[in-house]
């Protein structure tokens, strides 16, 4: 058992246990968040995505004794409805999910791969997003919502 | 029959299990959970079992002081024949309409939403459903068979004509004037010649109570039906069913504000997984507790064959589930494996057979035929899989049971626990939270079963949520299948007989819903008898063939106790696999007759509203209207068109899909598909095309990817790596919706309809492109090289 420190959402934390408990088990279990979604536990799937320093990580198959003095974003603080991220009016106005349990795994991946490559070509887009998994098949609305994210972000109509 | 206090269960002592202390995992975020389940169920349901006996008879004729003694605020308790236990008008005005299915994430709640205010006259804003919840709903069925409109929406729809109509009458008596001279608008009552007269729904009934009978045809699930003296209005009185309202039901997903069932946290909850046996059918020899004892708080808890661990934190107990030593007794029975398993179909004995449609005289057609033409495909085992394994959580006590499912049956749930636990049912609430992705009869089911038995065998509220194997490797799987047509042609290339035949585990060997324990995991793990379940089902079109056979046969299940390959619905039951072989075959006799696909499809699908159908798809899509693959083709990529009709409980629908295929690799790309759909009054345009969207993205995860492994012991596709399905880089380009509206007919189902006809739709678009014929799915890169490379086979065997 040791304790491990690290920030979420900037908010410093710290976690008591098995360090070899993956970064997933801490934020949903001791620290009580619900964003990440455990999917696959094998780092499949996407549905527990975090960033590390702005970076996605699959948190189901990283040790929290791996983030120790970092900083983990998760989708709990990407936007809110009064101010939302430009990825999540996107997703609201081409009312993309069905039952919505992979979308975490989409908005912070996208995110992700928007701020890196804002005018990234849908073969870029499509590359950067092939991991993630979405088994209710609303593949075709979620790249619709994020390119006309991608759209709003380039006009500046979220700047 | 047992009595409800006899076990279902022979008394045996449990190994492991004993008393466990209380956790410390008392947040304040689960505690406001839990209050606010308190108190919705409060906010919209006056808990009172004393049951307010109504005034006898209904409608017009009221004499004042009977309808203000009948309009009450106690609630009548809940049952179908209540008004009340379908709306209600809330104090704020509100109209809250009580749903006995869920939304799975289509929509669903929109629509219902506008099918009341319609009926009722209210804004669309003022409209909530409440679903799923067994204390506040009526068994309806749960999600089911896509019928949520078709089936689902109606007694909804009566109880608020009807609510319309007793508001009318005491508004009626309230203005003193016939109910004929008033006007409603916005829930407002008013005289039409004299609009300063006027009376709110609010201020007539705001949270009191109808008291009011309806007529209920005393069934339960989706033929629940009433009726009521009110007349619904006509579709051409509708003012918000038909526009495209936006959904309301995505924000808590999108910001992560709201829960799934897996977010659900109960004070003092302990964590649980199970460890299923790895070799299926096997049983447990025994069980090292000892292996597990370094982890904190980790506990065996075994009944039987029914095995699991629990711990106080999460990681604990997934740890422990890895950690624990097994001995498993092998069973004598093997599986056939994957690779072998048409083979083993062809061979096996016949359970039962049904020849659901018989046309004409058959054998004489084929005696007289100038050309028989036969083809055979095969369809293998598919996996739900859905997004996330499933959550479930119980809290067993002696004389109330609560449990947390995301089962899309959740009436069915309470049942099945009432019944494992052998407790009257009405002890049990049934709380519905969405869950993970749900798509017919899924690990849902066992997993609040599950939970059940570990609540009662620990006496702790539980939590049990599978790991990615339990979801892919033990769900209810659909069914392989092998499916035999042939047709008899004259000396013209008019079809004189058409038969079709599926050979096939049976569609479900456990029911599609949880309520029967010898359905579950869990039953068959304490020694409950499987009650391997049989049926198929047959090909759904409109072809005016002369004569026609349309014949199942289902043959014994692999394992028959607790099988990793146990069948039950998965979206579209059996339609996929049925459909991919008729609508292929159908195209092959377009191919032997020398003529276009839809054509051929247009010259037998006689009714109006096919052939509005496919000549709609016909012009929509771009479709060159030739005979199929007769372009000559250059490079690695060719290119190719499909087409397949079908119907489906009433709906009636085509496609094309416009695919590329990639020679070199075997890949397909799906890349445009136009679809043609009639349901009949579209209630929701814009939800209805994200379901049809939705529905054939998933079916052609299936057409491409998807197929159950498994060896001689057990099932070898685990997780997404051995259960591939479809990357964003396989979707579609571009989904085209041509919607048949018919506001003079009722809606039909949508949900589901779409999948049946994607696979035949690309087979026939591979066959186009490359002259090869791809009779067995999946269609995925290797099967598609060896295809190519046995060669061109592009006609099915024939014979004069």
């Given at each position: 058992m040791s304790i491990t420190s690290f920030k979420v959402d900037g908010l410093n934390v710290q976690v008591d246990g098995?360090?070899?408990?993956?970064?997933l088990y801490a934020l949903r279990?001791?620290?009580?968040?619900?964003?990440p979604k455990f999917g696959?536990?094998?780092?499949?799937?996407?549905?527990?995505t975090v960033q590390l320093n702005g970076v996605p990580i699959r948190s189901c198959a990283v040790?929290?004794?791996?983030?120790?003095n970092q900083s983990v974003k998760t989708?709990?603080?990407?936007?809110?409805?009064?101010?939302?991220?430009p990825l999540q009016s996107a997703f609201v106005e081409e009312q993309?999910?069905?039952?919505?349990?992979c979308i975490n795994g989409w908005l912070m991946t996208a995110e992700a791969l928007l701020r890196k490559n804002?005018?990234?070509?849908e073969d870029e887009l499509k590359e950067g997003l092939k991991d993630l998994k979405c088994r209710c098949g609303t593949h075709v609305s979620i790249l619709r919502a994020i390119k006309r994210a991608q759209a709003k972000i380039l006009t500046g109509a979220f700047a | 029959m047992k009595t409800p206090n006899q076990s279902l269960f022979e008394a045996s002592p449990s190994l492991e299990a004993g008393p466990l202390t209380s956790g410390e995992h008392v947040s304040p975020q689960a505690l406001s959970r839990r209050d606010w389940l308190k108190s919705s169920g409060a906010l919209v349901v006056t808990?009172?079992?004393?049951g307010y006996v109504g005034i006898a008879g209904m409608g017009a004729g009221f004499a004042s002081d009977a309808l203000a003694q009948q309009v009450s605020s106690t609630k009548p308790a809940?049952?179908?024949?209540?008004l009340d236990s379908w709306i209600a008008v809330g104090a704020d005005g509100r109209v809250t309409a009580f749903f006995g299915k869920v939304d799975l994430g289509q929509g669903l709640v929109v629509a219902l939403a506008q099918i009341v205010a319609d009926e009722l006259d209210v804004?669309?804003?003022?409209v909530q459903i409440i679903q799923g919840q067994t204390n506040t709903t009526?068994?309806?069925?749960?999600?089911?068979?896509?019928?949520?409109?078709?089936?689902?929406a109606k007694p909804l729809r009566f109880a608020a004509a009807e609510a319309r109509r007793l508001l009318l009458e005491m508004a009626s008596l309230k203005l003193g004037v016939?109910?004929?001279?008033l006007v409603v608008n916005k829930g407002v009552i008013s005289?039409?010649?004299?609009?300063?007269k006027s009376v709110s729904y609010q201020d007539l009934i705001g949270g009191k109570f109808f008291n009011s009978k309806v007529e209920w045809n005393k069934k339960f699930g989706n033929p629940l039906e009433i009726k009521v003296k009110a007349q619904p209005k006509k579709p051409?009185?509708?003012?918000?069913?038909?526009q495209s309202i936006p959904r309301t039901d995505l924000e808590w997903r999108i910001y992560a504000t709201g829960e799934f069932v897996s977010d659900i946290r109960i004070p003092g909850m302990l964590h649980a997984r199970m460890v299923r046996t790895?070799?299926?059918?096997a049983t447990i020899e025994?069980?090292?507790?000892?292996?597990?004892?370094?982890?904190?708080?980790a506990r065996v808890v075994r009944e039987r064959n029914f095995l699991a661990v629990v711990a106080e934190k999460e990681w604990h107990a997934v740890k422990a589930s890895k950690q624990l030593k097994v001995k498993w007794k092998h069973p004598v029975e093997k599986l056939p494996t994957h690779l072998k398993v048409f083979e083993h179909i062809a061979k096996a004995p016949v359970v039962k057979r049904e020849e659901e449609l018989k046309k004409g005289n058959v054998d004489e057609a084929f005696k007289v035929a100038k050309k028989i033409i036969q083809a055979q495909y095969h369809w293998p085992f598919q996996s739900h899989s859905s997004m996330g394994p499933a959550c479930a959580i119980a809290d067993v006590k002696a004389d109330k049971i609560e449990i947390w499912t995301g089962s899309q049956k959740p009436h069915f749930s309470r049942d099945g626990v009432a019944k494992l636990l052998a407790v009257?049912?009405?002890i049990v609430t049934g709380h519905w939270v969405i869950g993970?992705?749900?798509?017919?009869?899924?690990?849902a089911g066992d997993a609040v079963m599950d939970a059940a038995m570990l609540s009662k065998l620990t006496g702790r509220v539980v939590r049990v949520q599978g790991m990615r194997h339990d979801a892919t490797a033990w769900d209810p799987k659909a069914p392989a299948s092998i499916h035999m047509a042939r047709a008899a042609l004259d000396e013209s290339g008019q079809v004189l007989a058409y038969e079709f035949t599926s050979k096939a585990f049976s569609r479900a060997s456990i029911e599609?819903?949880?309520?029967?324990?010898?359905?579950?995991l869990v039953g068959m793990e304490m020694g409950l008898p499987a009650r391997n379940g049989v049926g198929f089902g047959v090909p759904l079109e409109g072809y005016a063939f002369q004569n026609k056979r349309y014949a199942w046969e289902v043959i014994p299940d692999?394992?028959?106790?607790?099988?990793?390959?146990r069948t039950s619905h998965l979206r579209d039951p059996v339609g996929l696999q049925i459909h991919f072989a008729s609508e292929q075959f159908i195209d092959e006799l377009a191919f032997e007759t020398n003529t276009d696909p839809i054509d051929f499809r247009l010259k037998y699908a006689t009714s109006y509203r096919d052939q509005e159908l496919l000549k709609a798809l016909q012009e929509k899509s771009?479709?060159?209207?030739?005979?199929?693959?007769?372009l000559p083709q250059k490079g690695p990529i060719v290119k190719g068109q499909g087409v397949a009709y079908a119907h489906r409980g009433g709906t009636m629908l085509a496609i094309v899909a416009q695919i590329e295929v990639d020679t070199r690799s075997g890949r397909i790309w799906g890349r445009k598909f136009t679809v043609a759909h009639?349901?009949?009054?579209?209630?929701n345009p814009k939800g209805l095309r994200y379901t049809i969207e939705n529905g054939l993205v998933h079916a052609l995860s299936r057409t491409v990817f998807e197929e159950v492994q498994f060896d001689q012991e057990r099932v070898?596709?685990?997780?997404w790596l051995t259960y591939p399905i479809l990357n964003i880089k396989d979707a579609p380009e571009s989904i085209n919706v041509v919607l048949m509206n018919r506001p003079e007919l009722p809606p039909t189902g949508?949900?589901?309809?779409t999948c049946r006809v994607v696979p035949a739709a690309v087979a026939n678009a591979f066959f186009d492109a490359t002259?090869?014929?791809?009779?067995?799915?999946?269609?995925s890169p290797k099967h598609v090289l060896q295809a190519l490379k046995a060669g061109d086979k592009s006609t099915s065997s024939t014979k004069a």
């Amino acid at each position: 058992m040791s304790i491990t420190s690290f920030k979420v959402d900037g908010l410093n934390v710290q976690v008591d246990g098995d360090p070899q408990m993956p970064l997933l088990y801490a934020l949903r279990d001791d620290l009580q968040m619900n964003n990440p979604k455990f999917g696959c536990g094998v780092a499949q799937c996407g549905a527990c995505t975090v960033q590390l320093n702005g970076v996605p990580i699959r948190s189901c198959a990283v040790p929290v004794s791996a983030v120790s003095n970092q900083s983990v974003k998760t989708l709990k603080s990407l936007g809110t409805p009064e101010k939302p991220h430009p990825l999540q009016s996107a997703f609201v106005e081409e009312q993309v999910t069905q039952c919505g349990y992979c979308i975490n795994g989409w908005l912070m991946t996208a995110e992700a791969l928007l701020r890196k490559n804002p005018k990234a070509t849908e073969d870029e887009l499509k590359e950067g997003l092939k991991d993630l998994k979405c088994r209710c098949g609303t593949h075709v609305s979620i790249l619709r919502a994020i390119k006309r994210a991608q759209a709003k972000i380039l006009t500046g109509a979220f700047a | 029959m047992k009595t409800p206090n006899q076990s279902l269960f022979e008394a045996s002592p449990s190994l492991e299990a004993g008393p466990l202390t209380s956790g410390e995992h008392v947040s304040p975020q689960a505690l406001s959970r839990r209050d606010w389940l308190k108190s919705s169920g409060a906010l919209v349901v006056t808990a009172s079992s004393l049951g307010y006996v109504g005034i006898a008879g209904m409608g017009a004729g009221f004499a004042s002081d009977a309808l203000a003694q009948q309009v009450s605020s106690t609630k009548p308790a809940l049952n179908a024949e209540e008004l009340d236990s379908w709306i209600a008008v809330g104090a704020d005005g509100r109209v809250t309409a009580f749903f006995g299915k869920v939304d799975l994430g289509q929509g669903l709640v929109v629509a219902l939403a506008q099918i009341v205010a319609d009926e009722l006259d209210v804004d669309y804003s003022m409209v909530q459903i409440i679903q799923g919840q067994t204390n506040t709903t009526l068994n309806q069925g749960g999600a089911s068979s896509a019928v949520g409109i078709q089936a689902g929406a109606k007694p909804l729809r009566f109880a608020a004509a009807e609510a319309r109509r007793l508001l009318l009458e005491m508004a009626s008596l309230k203005l003193g004037v016939d109910s004929a001279t008033l006007v409603v608008n916005k829930g407002v009552i008013s005289v039409k010649a004299d609009p300063s007269k006027s009376v709110s729904y609010q201020d007539l009934i705001g949270g009191k109570f109808f008291n009011s009978k309806v007529e209920w045809n005393k069934k339960f699930g989706n033929p629940l039906e009433i009726k009521v003296k009110a007349q619904p209005k006509k579709p051409s009185e509708y003012r918000v069913v038909g526009q495209s309202i936006p959904r309301t039901d995505l924000e808590w997903r999108i910001y992560a504000t709201g829960e799934f069932v897996s977010d659900i946290r109960i004070p003092g909850m302990l964590h649980a997984r199970m460890v299923r046996t790895p070799i299926a059918g096997a049983t447990i020899e025994s069980v090292d507790a000892s292996s597990i004892k370094d982890i904190p708080g980790a506990r065996v808890v075994r009944e039987r064959n029914f095995l699991a661990v629990v711990a106080e934190k999460e990681w604990h107990a997934v740890k422990a589930s890895k950690q624990l030593k097994v001995k498993w007794k092998h069973p004598v029975e093997k599986l056939p494996t994957h690779l072998k398993v048409f083979e083993h179909i062809a061979k096996a004995p016949v359970v039962k057979r049904e020849e659901e449609l018989k046309k004409g005289n058959v054998d004489e057609a084929f005696k007289v035929a100038k050309k028989i033409i036969q083809a055979q495909y095969h369809w293998p085992f598919q996996s739900h899989s859905s997004m996330g394994p499933a959550c479930a959580i119980a809290d067993v006590k002696a004389d109330k049971i609560e449990i947390w499912t995301g089962s899309q049956k959740p009436h069915f749930s309470r049942d099945g626990v009432a019944k494992l636990l052998a407790v009257d049912p009405n002890i049990v609430t049934g709380h519905w939270v969405i869950g993970p992705g749900s798509y017919g009869r899924n690990d849902a089911g066992d997993a609040v079963m599950d939970a059940a038995m570990l609540s009662k065998l620990t006496g702790r509220v539980v939590r049990v949520q599978g790991m990615r194997h339990d979801a892919t490797a033990w769900d209810p799987k659909a069914p392989a299948s092998i499916h035999m047509a042939r047709a008899a042609l004259d000396e013209s290339g008019q079809v004189l007989a058409y038969e079709f035949t599926s050979k096939a585990f049976s569609r479900a060997s456990i029911e599609s819903n949880e309520a029967d324990p010898h359905d579950s995991l869990v039953g068959m793990e304490m020694g409950l008898p499987a009650r391997n379940g049989v049926g198929f089902g047959v090909p759904l079109e409109g072809y005016a063939f002369q004569n026609k056979r349309y014949a199942w046969e289902v043959i014994p299940d692999l394992i028959k106790q607790a099988s990793p390959l146990r069948t039950s619905h998965l979206r579209d039951p059996v339609g996929l696999q049925i459909h991919f072989a008729s609508e292929q075959f159908i195209d092959e006799l377009a191919f032997e007759t020398n003529t276009d696909p839809i054509d051929f499809r247009l010259k037998y699908a006689t009714s109006y509203r096919d052939q509005e159908l496919l000549k709609a798809l016909q012009e929509k899509s771009g479709w060159e209207n030739r005979r199929a693959h007769v372009l000559p083709q250059k490079g690695p990529i060719v290119k190719g068109q499909g087409v397949a009709y079908a119907h489906r409980g009433g709906t009636m629908l085509a496609i094309v899909a416009q695919i590329e295929v990639d020679t070199r690799s075997g890949r397909i790309w799906g890349r445009k598909f136009t679809v043609a759909h009639d349901c009949g009054l579209v209630i929701n345009p814009k939800g209805l095309r994200y379901t049809i969207e939705n529905g054939l993205v998933h079916a052609l995860s299936r057409t491409v990817f998807e197929e159950v492994q498994f060896d001689q012991e057990r099932v070898t596709s685990v997780d997404w790596l051995t259960y591939p399905i479809l990357n964003i880089k396989d979707a579609p380009e571009s989904i085209n919706v041509v919607l048949m509206n018919r506001p003079e007919l009722p809606p039909t189902g949508a949900g589901e309809a779409t999948c049946r006809v994607v696979p035949a739709a690309v087979a026939n678009a591979f066959f186009d492109a490359t002259g090869v014929r791809m009779r067995q799915a999946p269609l995925s890169p290797k099967h598609v090289l060896q295809a190519l490379k046995a060669g061109d086979k592009s006609t099915s065997s024939t014979k004069a």
